[in-house]
């Protein structure tokens, strides 16, 4: 199995490599635009003749207007494609009027102080922003006078200040507003690259910027009729390249680090590895570079795209990298290793703060002192390991000391024979014998070593070669003794085993035995060879099934594919639940074939698979050529929603059509949920009878999983939409319940399953747990605000919001969890492709009844009337009085549910 987790660095100790992590292949590249919103504060007070000042001054019929386009520097070396002025300026200008089509950035911008930035269809920003005209953390000093704050320029300065200059840039944004800008941006290229140097992550996304325009916007606000009562902005638009894939299998991108291993002064290691490599571990392809390709060649950012196309191989065409990342393959022998005299120390630096210390002597006591100097602690080494010191420390030992590293927020994996799984890596020591075994073993190290002894030798017996190790497999244990009787010189070889260390569950089993040494170490041979007969049968059956599962992944595509002309998987994103939910039963098949070794077998199951798909793909078709056929969709919708115009009725009928084919398609209900999701919040919401089409996806989630809490909370938001409001509390306790009784079952296997930390500080398995239990406080605010509902007497409305990191984020900090703040990041991006997408936010007001509300008033006015009519005229005063206060008191009344 080709298994390989996402990770900064993941470090193999058993067969000495690690992988640091560079980013995904792009095969192709995507324009996106970024449009930041930036309020002028006071540009023209100054400079009122000046051009920007006259436009935001006067009434005009434009409402916006370009004042530059400024390009990437030409003299900088990048293998992205170039773009000329008027092209970028086209392209931006589209997406701009786009927006302010669809979208309503004034609405939003009014909301908040900061700058607001505008990608992926969705608005970010800093909310209550407190800006200042000056700057507490930049004074001027002058000699013994006090210091005096300097008053910074404001964002709008700074703007046409990047324009005289010809210049792309953000000096505009504050830190804490182009933090923000950059994890929006950087998190949508990238989902796994970290932030912890602001200058870094935005030198990392300069490289991809192909233009920016800067607009003035007389008036934020789009209305027309309230140009004049809001202040003018600009609009700072960046166009830049991002990676695009296809078939959301990408190929991750790693810098392949041979480990040394260091013995007697002579270091080891492989020495035919390509640098770079691209791995897809779901296809068991890879991408190799052989030495780091010119700027103008490739682009290493955070994610990889190259001009010439790399060729994707089949992993097995390597049997070297075969044999390393693969976990099943647990022998080495196609790497070729060198030896070579050692230039470096006993200790090396891996990665910022990971040390790789060959020393195998006496213990090391290495000492932590702070960067002022204070002492921190003692970490013992007794063995070669390789250990993640504490960052943001000096360590010493004997008369050596190793230099502080910065500390970084990047995930750090290892992987050893004792571990088992990887894990992440920490300050306690990794031993790396296993490791310089592989090193010193490998079968090609000594080929070229050809020991010449002299004549005085030869006449004593010749060269004698002692072997003190178990060498892997024969073929090593004969080139080893090959050393000796060479070209018909004397010679001998012996090999010698300890006893508790070289297999000792074999020794053991033949230490009780009547036997001599040397037959027993003749029985661990035997058991060796036979051991790496089967290991090579079963690598060679993986090989066959790999290429089975190619060859039948590109059949079940092509028949996937084959009804594209009625469903078009690849550019009709409605139909993405559905193709999700072929691609899970096809892992599903796959996973059933791996015990499998009968080839005839696997084909007949996989018949009987693609006859199924076939025949799911067969109604689907009639039902798109059949479109008048009644569907459970089609009458939900229409015993619901008016049809306005033929145009409406036609895409109302097509959204049906499509939900009724995700009905045929999709088994898991998950894909259910997310074609639920994806009708009211995608391109169908603004077609008549998405709510009800998202809820009847919905309820066919719930009749495949009735015990999945993630379906009941999308119901509970999707029934408010639906105006079924006094049903959403009955769901949102039902996704109460079912989300307790989660949690209480996770608890109990952490608690069968978990051993308690050396450190004190919950494990990486509490993450899970945490992030649910967040989410069940949420659910329970919102079940207790929808538990004071009464359709009687108020009104309900829902609106939604994503999950965002920030909110984890404010949940934690300051916490004893704050260090899991990573994991649970982790875990939000899994629940929410599982369907935990958005957080609702229910809104109750008290319902209106107008008609009511007059009546009484009138109501009132004519008890008034009557009781003055009684006193002035009929001089029943005491009966005129009773009639005008109670008119008094319901016309009070009236006024009430008027306004309050």
């Not at 033929?646 to 499509?658: F, G, P, V, W, Y």
Request: neutral net charge; charged residues 20%; glycine residues 6%.
């Amino acid at each position: 199995m080709l298994s390989i987790p996402t990770s900064n660095v993941v470090i193999d100790t058993d067969k000495a490599f690690m992988l640091r992590r560079n980013g995904t292949y792009a095969p192709k590249l995507k324009e996106e635009i970024v449009h930041s919103v930036v309020s002028i504060n006071n540009l023209c007070d100054g400079s009122s003749s000046a051009d920007v000042g006259l436009f935001t001054s006067h009434t005009t019929s434009t409402n916006i207007v370009e004042l530059a386009t400024i390009l990437s520097p030409r003299d900088i070396a990048t293998a992205l494609p170039r773009y000329d002025s008027n092209q970028a300026s086209s392209l931006i200008q589209n997406d701009i009027s786009r927006i302010f089509r669809i979208h309503r950035p004034d609405s939003f911008a009014t909301k908040t102080n900061s700058a607001v930035h505008f990608i992926g269809n969705q608005f970010h920003s800093i909310i209550n922003i407190k800006k200042s005209l000056f700057d507490s953390t930049n004074f001027l000093v002058d000699g013994n006078q006090s210091d005096i704050p300097r008053v910074l320029p404001g964002p709008s300065n700074i703007i046409l200040k990047q324009i005289n200059n010809n210049k792309i840039g953000f000096d505009f944004l504050t830190n804490a507003e182009l933090r923000l800008f950059l994890t929006t941006i950087i998190s949508s290229i990238d989902k796994f690259y970290k932030i912890n140097d602001l200058s870094k992550s935005l030198n990392l996304f300069s490289q991809l910027i192909a233009a920016q325009s800067i607009y003035i916007l007389r008036s934020c606000p789009i209305r027309r009729e309230n140009v004049s009562a809001n202040e003018p902005c600009f609009i700072v638009s960046t166009l830049f390249l991002r990676s695009f894939i296809e078939n959301n299998i990408p190929l991750s991108v790693y810098r392949f680090i041979s480990l040394p291993a260091i013995v007697n002064g002579e270091q080891f290691m492989y020495s035919n590895i390509p640098e770079i490599t691209g791995i897809n571990t779901d296809d068991y392809a890879i991408i190799s570079w052989n030495n780091t390709p010119k700027q103008n060649e490739c682009l290493f950012s955070s994610f990889i795209y190259c001009r010439r196309k790399p060729s994707v191989i089949p992993l097995s065409h390597s049997s070297c990298l075969s044999e390393l990342f693969i976990h099943s393959l647990r022998i080495v022998n196609s790497c070729q290793v060198t030896r070579s005299r050692s230039l470096q120390t006993d200790v090396i630096n891996i990665d910022s703060n990971v040390w790789l210390f060959s020393h195998n002597g006496d213990p090391l006591y290495c000492h932590l002192h702070s960067t002022i100097g204070e002492f921190k602690g003692v970490i013992t080494i007794n063995e070669p390991p390789i250990v993640r010191m504490p960052c943001g420390n000096t360590i010493k030992y004997t008369n050596t000391e190793l230099p502080s590293s910065t500390c970084t927020n990047h995930s750090i994996l290892i992987k050893s024979t004792a571990a088992g799984n990887y894990e992440q890596l920490s300050t306690i020591s990794w031993p790396i014998q296993t490791m310089m075994k592989q090193l010193i073993s490998t079968p090609g190290r000594g080929a070229n070593i050809n020991l010449k002894p002299v004549t005085a030798i030869n006449d004593r017996g010749g060269l004698h070669v002692i072997v003190t190790f178990l060498p892997q497999n024969l073929r090593v244990e004969q080139q080893a003794f090959g050393r000796a009787g060479r070209q018909g010189n004397p010679g001998s070889a012996r090999l010698i085993l300890n006893q508790e260390e070289d297999l000792p569950q074999l020794i053991q089993y033949f230490k009780n035995l009547p036997i001599d040494e040397h037959r027993t170490i003749e029985g661990v041979k035997q058991l060796r060879d036979k051991y790496e007969a089967t290991t090579i049968q079963e690598a060679r059956k993986e090989v066959r099934k790999i290429e089975a599962k190619d060859h039948l992944l590109q059949q079940f595509l092509n028949m996937a594919h084959s009804q594209r002309e009625y469903i078009d998987f690849g550019n009709n994103k409605k139909y993405n639940p559905g193709f999700d939910s072929l691609r899970e039963t096809w892992g599903n098949y796959c996973f059933k074939i791996d015990d499998m070794d009968d080839e005839a077998s696997i084909q007949r199951l996989y018949q009987k698979f693609a006859n199924n798909v076939q025949t799911c793909l067969n109604r689907c078709v009639q039902i798109k050529r059949n479109p008048d056929q009644q569907s459970q969709f089609a009458t939900y919708a229409r015993s619901n929603f008016g049809v306005k115009d033929a145009d409406a009725e036609r895409k109302e009928k097509q959204a049906n059509i499509d939900c009724h084919i995700l009905n045929e398609l999709i088994e898991d209900p998950k894909y259910f949920m997310n074609a639920g999701l994806n009708e009211v919040c995608g391109e169908s919401g603004k077609i008549a009878g998405a709510d009800s089409r998202s809820l009847k996806l919905l309820e066919l989630a719930e009749r495949r999983d009735d015990s999945d809490f993630i379906v009941f909370y999308n119901k509970a938001g999707c029934l408010v939409g639906q105006g079924k409001g006094s049903d959403a509390p009955i769901a949102m306790n039902r996704s109460l319940n079912l989300l307790v009784y989660e949690i209480e079952n996770r608890n109990k296997l952490i608690i069968l399953n978990t051993k308690p930390p050396p450190d004190g500080k919950p494990p990486r398995v509490f993450a899970e747990v945490i992030f649910l239990q967040i989410v069940k406080s949420y659910i329970e605010v919102t079940r207790n605000q929808l538990n004071q509902y009464d359709s009687d007497k108020h009104e309900l409305t829902c609106n939604y919001e994503y999950w965002t990191e920030g909110f984890i984020q404010e949940q934690l900090n300051g916490t004893e969890f704050a260090h899991l703040i990573p994991d649970l990041e982790e875990e939000r991006k899994e629940w929410c492709y599982e369907g935990l997408q958005f957080r609702y936010k229910f809104i109750i007001e008290a319902k209106r009844c107008w008609w009511k509300t007059i009546f009484i008033f009138v109501m009132g006015v004519a008890q008034v009337i009557g009781g003055a009519i009684l006193c002035c005229i009929t001089g029943h005063v005491k009966l005129g009085t009773s009639m005008i206060m109670g008119g008094v008191f319901d016309m009070y009344t009236a006024v009430g549910k008027l306004y309050f």
